[in-house]
């Protein structure tokens, strides 16, 4: 906590490739008076963050389900996983090459589905960010930020506007964190 706003923190938990490269993946944790809040959860191995970390989660939030956000889920059994109805829907009907249904329905891992936006913890709210998947969700801090996952995988893309999603978040005009940048911006759309 920071006075008595929650704080906002990155972790890298992992590297992925893609486009011929390798890229970091961070998760996002928000210190809330109600409980340590986990964004998304990387890949299974290594588990997402330290152990003393890990054991203070109380409530954890998957932006989207590709194999790189909700990887960890299933070190958190039965912490409630928040995750909207449509995403997991999408990923269990018709799950794409960065879906792994059994990493999603891991043993232990206790979905709650929103459809649409929803209060998580006073102050916390779910926002739907679509574009990058249907189902996808990004975690407003009141006062503080935005978690926006996927809806950009950098700022120069999330500038171009061109998803739903992006557009809210550039709407909002706060500081955001992405799931493959170290460092939070307030986004700028670039014409
Ligand atoms: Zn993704």
New binding site residues.
Partial sequence: MNGDKPVIRAHLAAHVEAYGGLHPVYVHTVEHPEGLVLVDTGLPDPPPLPQELRSRVAVVVNT?L?FD?CGGNRCFPGVPVHVQARELAAAAAEPDE?TRPEWVHAPGVVYVEHDGEAELLPGIRLVPTPG??AGHQSVLVEGVGLVGG?VAYSFRSLGDADTEGKRRVLALGVETWLAHVERPHVPRRID
Avoid: A, E, P
């Fill in positions: 989207h590709h956000h960065h990058h998947t996927d």
